[in-house]
């Protein structure tokens, strides 16, 4: 799951709907989201528990 975007003027992007985001929204949201696959994919090559290893992986798919 992605954090809610706060912007720096104290604005948290609430009164926008989801996929109505201006580009550099997008863009910001996109980044995170792959910051955090890297993220479970070093996991998942670390990890020696199989079961972990299955789960790390189903998590990786479903982002």
């Known amino acids: ?3 809610e975007f706060h912007s720096p003027s104290g604005d948290s992007g609430q009164g926008i709907p989801p996929g109505r985001l201006t ?3 997008n863009m910001m949201r996109f ?3 792959e910051v955090l696959i ?3 994919r070093v ?3 670390e990890v020696t ?3 972990a290893a299955s789960l790390l992986h189903i998590i990786i798919l479903e982002l």
């Open 49 to 51: 528990d199989p079961l």
């Open 1 to 3: 799951m992605l954090k």
């Open 23 to 25: 580009g550099g929204h």
């Open 43 to 45: 996991l998942d090559r």
């Open 31 to 33: 980044r995170e989201q």
């Open 38 to 40: 890297a993220r479970y």
